[in-house]
């Protein structure tokens, strides 16, 4: 079992000038419900919001793999 100390980031902290993944996941939940098409985060295909009954986006699929972020 691997010990975190006070000097090691955690997978949550920043590291450097990088985005955490929060920070990523939100930019592209955003986006998504402005009706915007966005970058997929895994491989960088073509992220197009999906829609229920309603006008507002429920979430978003990639085009290129498929991945999808509700």
């Known amino acids: 079992m691997a010990v ?20 990523v996941l939100v930019g592209v939940w955003e ?17 197009k919001p999906e829609y229920a009954i309603h006008a507002r986006p429920i979430g978003g699929r990639c085009t290129g793999c498929g991945s999808a972020l509700s």
Not at 9 to 20: C, K, N, R
């Open 4 to 23: 975190l100390t006070a000097d090691q980031p955690s997978l949550f902290d920043p590291v450097g000038a990088e985005p955490t993944l929060d920070d």
């Open 31 to 47: 986006r998504l419900t402005a009706h915007a098409q966005v970058e997929c985060p895994l491989c960088a295909g073509e992220m």
